[in-house]
C-alpha cells in the first residue's frame, strides 16, 4: 500500500540469560529466525528494493541460543538473497549501543545512585561499544552500499573492559570506589549468566574485506544452500511444536558453525 523501498529489520529477543532459560527457548527461536523468515518473504512479495537485517556480535561463534538463533537467521537472510527476486537482502553485525534498551550503563548509572554496589559477572569481560546516532547512520549508510547477501561489519574498535567502565562512572559521578572498609561504592562480581562469554566477536571467518566507508566492513561467509536451510527449519520447526528443548540445541550445533553451548553458575 504505501511503495515502501527500504526495510530494517532490527527486532529480536536479544537478552541472552532470558532466552537461555528453557521454557523461552521456542519463543527465541519463533521470534528471532523465523519473524526473520516472514519479514524476508513479504518484503519479497511486496518487490521492496532493500532488506537489512540488523545482526549481532554474538552470532559469531555463540555460546548461547540467542547467538544462534541470529546466525541462523543470518543464515536465512543469505539464502534469501538468492533467489532471483527484485529485492536485495543483507545483514549488519555489530556490538553493544550505548544506552540502549538493555544497555549495561543505565543500569550502572542507577546502582550508583542506590549507593551500590555496582555487579558485573567478571573482572575480563569485555565489550564493544558504540553510540546510538553512529550505530543507526552506519546501518542506514550499509543499506546504501548493498549489492545483495553481504554480511557487513561495523568497526566498533578495541574492546573495553566493563570493570573499567563500572570504575570511570563512579568517578564520573564524583564518588570513590569502596575497598570494602570505608565510604564510596562498591564493585561486586556476581559470575557470569548462562550462556555469557567474557568476550565477543565479529567475524566468523576470513578477512574483513574494505569498503568506501571506512568504519563499514564485509565479510564473505559461508552458509547452507537453500533446500539443505529449508529441511532445518523443517526440522526446526517440529521440534518447536513439540517444544523439545534439547533438540533444538542439537539442531543448532549441527548447522551453525562454531556454536558451543556453555554453561555458568
Do not use: W
Not at 529489520?9 to 526473520?36: F, L, R
Not at 573495553?160 to 570504575?167: F, G, H, R, S
Not at 568476550?199 to 559461508?222: A, V
Request: hydrophobic fraction near 40%; glycine fraction near 6%.
Amino acid at each position: 500500500n504505501h511503495k515502501v523501498d527500504y526495510l530494517y529489520h532490527a527486532a529480536a529477543y536479544k537478552h541472552v540469560p532470558i532466552v537461555e532459560y528453557h521454557e523461552n527457548i521456542v519463543e527465541g527461536i519463533n521470534n528471532n529466525i523465523y519473524g526473520t523468515k516472514i519479514i524476508c518473504d513479504a518484503a519479497s512479495e511486496c518487490e521492496l528494493k532493500k532488506v537489512v537485517v540488523v545482526s549481532t556480535d554474538k552470532a559469531v561463534r555463540p555460546t548461547n541460543i540467542m547467538g544462534a538463533s541470529k546466525r541462523l537467521a543470518e543464515m536465512v537472510v543469505q539464502s534469501k538473497n538468492t533467489e532471483m527476486t527484485r529485492t536485495k537482502f543483507c545483514m549488519v553485525r555489530f556490538g553493544n549501543v550505548i544506552n540502549s534498551s538493555g544497555s549495561v550503563i543505565p543500569l550502572f548509572r542507577k546502582q550508583i545512585s542506590n549507593g551500590g554496589p555496582i555487579t558485573i559477572t567478571h573482572k575480563e569481560v569485555t565489550r564493544f561499544f558504540m553510540t546510538i546516532s553512529e550505530a543507526s547512520s552506519l546501518v542506514i549508510q550499509a543499506g546504501e552500499l548493498a549489492h545483495g547477501g553481504e554480511v557487513f561489519i561495523l568497526d566498533m574498535g578495541e574492546q573495553i573492559k566493563i570493570i573499567d567502565l563500572a570504575k570511570k562512572l563512579i568517578y564520573l559521578s564524583g564518588m570513590s570506589i569502596s575497598d570494602n572498609h570505608g565510604d564510596g561504592i562498591e564493585i561486586k562480581e556476581v559470575g557470569l549468566r548462562p550462556g555469557e562469554k567474557l568476550y565477543e566477536e565479529l567475524l566468523i571467518s576470513g578477512d574483513e574485506i574494505k569498503t568506501s566507508n571506512h568504519k563499514i566492513f564485509k565479510s564473505i561467509e559461508k552458509f547452507l544452500p537453500a533446500s539443505d536451510l529449508n529441511l532445518v527449519l523443517e526440522n526446526l520447526k517440529d521440534k518447536i511444536k513439540e517444544n523439545d528443548a534439547m533438540a533444538i540445541k542439537q539442531i543448532l550445533k549441527l548447522n551453525v558453525e562454531g556454536y558451543n553451548e556453555i554453561t555458568n553458575s
